[in-house]
């Protein structure tokens, strides 16, 4: 991958044979992976899915001052809506100042789909310049300029000269892959090929004696703590506390990370990841370009979790003996403060749905927790997941497995049959729960802690709430009702995937 040979990241069902339909249990899809049965999937039926566009502009939206240039349809990206709410209180809770991010649209119509939209790209970059005066310009191409073939990096490089901001091409053209995990791969292609070096800085390291030795410094004892966009700022000190727990500095990116300062991940002993679905293809890029090794295991969601994920850095840094003293300690702690509502969730039944490894993640959690997992739907499958499997067998036993990109009526079927006392997902799946009179905990929530062993108590003390008073979610089942006849509860959830199981 030396030097990003290509002009945009790969899809990952080639890179990573990724797997976006699957019914059936655990166990069944652990049978399919050893046999190396576990394709990319396909449905008879389709009801629903997430174009890339979306996980890629929540990155690219939060980062200071950017804007994000969306070439393509107006509607194309029309979710910077509904994201602006995190990149408020992202920037809020990082900066102190609550700011909007800023999004614009080529708006392409029919004339430039014929005709083409290069010199609409080329205005519209110009204007973006002059109008807020950026550090950076986004220009994310969509479905549309990948179909009539709009050489979006050849306007890039000849408008580069006549604008201040530094200006990034991400290739997110949606029907390119059918696994929207992807979107991390092109903003990370993105930013690897542009925002890595600063001349200016390079100078004074040669030039200074004491910047050099800085930056020897920060080589030693820093880790670079890659965080994704569904952390928030209360997350990621939780992790920084950790890694200063074992005396080591950290630099956070790329969400919410200055694009002048960017360059600074150079200069570490150490990347590590908090999802691997997020961060492998640029820890595997930067490692190749800057020698700088990574740890891409797992993500620090739960109490074994974080301990391993500790684990992994000490073991690095060679401070085994402080991890073990600090894992002990907040072990200790934790596991006192949960001890109360391990006896009330014990033999409740949970269903989990979100992506790859925050459902497996979040699964393990709620197994030490006391819970009976019934059910998981996992967005997409890798190969990163394999170990997670293993894991949750072995904490939780066999249970219902579903790998769907949004199909909302597999996961109404499932919770119909299954009748968990909780849901927890993303906010369409959460509503489909509740109309079924399910109780309901959304997965994430950039304001509130998940992550670590705070998340892990934050966690238990919500679902305590939660679970203690499930009137809402029973009066709403009562009054709404989802779009599905009740002939389908009945029919097998996975019928329409190709070679789907009916072990439900």
């Known amino acids: 991958m030396s030097g990003l040979p290509t002009r945009i990241a790969p899809k990952r069902e080639d890179r990573l044979r990724s797997c976006i339909a699957f019914g059936g249990t655990l166990c069944g ?44 349809a107006v509607g194309c990206g029309v979710c910077s809506h509904s994201q602006n709410a995190n990149t408020r209180s992202g920037n809020a809770a990082r900066f102190g100042a609550v700011k909007d991010g800023v999004w614009i649209s080529t708006a392409m119509n029919e004339a430039d789909v014929i005709g083409g939209g290069e010199g609409k790209l080329r205005r519209a970059i110009i204007e973006a310049d ?17 179909i009539t073939g709009d050489d979006v990096d050849g306007v890039i490089a000849g408008v580069q000269p006549l604008v201040s901001a530094r200006v990034i091409p991400i290739h997110c053209e949606g029907f390119k892959t059918k696994i929207w995990a992807t979107a991390y791969d092109a903003v990370y292609h993105g930013l690897a090929g542009t925002m890595l070096d600063d001349p200016d800085f390079g100078k004074r390291i040669l030039e200074d004696e004491m910047e050099a030795l800085k930056i020897e410094a920060l080589k030693k004892n820093t880790v670079n703590l890659f965080n994704v966009s569904s952390m928030g ?67 620090p969601i ?12 000490a073991r690095f840094f060679r401070r ?28 409740k039944k949970v269903f989990v749905s979100a992506g ?52 909302p009526y597999e996961e109404a079927n499932l919770l119909k049959k299954l ?37 892990a108590f934050e966690i238990a003390r919500r679902l305590y709430r939660q679970l203690s008073n499930p009137v809402f979610a029973r ?30």
């Open 29 to 72: 899809a652990k049978d399919k992976i050893s046999c190396g049965c576990m394709n990319d999937g396909d449905r008879e039926f389709t009801q629903g899915s997430i174009c890339l566009m979306l996980p890629g502009i929540a990155m690219l939206n939060s980062l200071p001052d950017n804007v994000n240039l969306l070439h393509g």
């Open 130 to 146: 002059q109008l807020y005066r950026p550090k950076t310009i986004t220009v994310v191409a969509s479905c549309v300029p990948g």
């Open 320 to 347: 085994e003996k402080i991890a073990e003293a600090l894992i002990s300690a907040e072990n200790e702690k934790l596991n006192a403060a949960l001890a109360k509502y391990r006896e009330f969730f014990k033999g």
């Open 419 to 455: 009748k968990p006392d909780l849901f927890l997902g993303h906010w369409n799946g959460n509503a489909t729960a509740a109309k079924l009179g399910i109780p309901s905990h959304v997965i994430y929530n950039t304001g509130l802690s998940y992550i670590g062993y705070r998340g």
């Open 356 to 407: 790859e490894f925050r459902a497996l993640a979040t699964a393990e959690l709620m197994a030490e927790l006391g819970f009976e997992i019934v059910g998981i739907r996992s967005f997409h499958h890798d190969e990163f997941a394999n170990q997670e499997y293993e894991k949750l067998q072995k904490a939780a036993g066999d249970f219902a497995f579903n790998i769907a990109n949004c199909q």
């Open 475 to 504: 009066k709403l089942s009562r009054y709404a009702r989802l779009p599905y006849r009740e002939s389908w509860y009945g029919e097998d959830p996975f019928k329409y995937i190709k070679g789907g199981e009916a072990n439900v």
């Open 233 to 299: 700022k209360v997350d990621e000190d939780e992790l920084t506390r950790l890694l200063n727990g074992l005396g080591c500095e950290v630099n956070v990116f790329p969400v919410f990370a200055e694009p002048e300062k960017m360059y600074r991940i150079k200069y570490a002993a150490l990347s590590i990841s908090t999802c691997p679905t997020h961060d492998d293809y640029f820890l595997k890029f930067f490692e190749e370009e800057y020698g700088i090794p990574y740890i891409l295991r797992n993500m």
């Open 302 to 313: 739960g109490i074994e979790n974080t301990n391993e994920w500790l684990r992994d850095a």
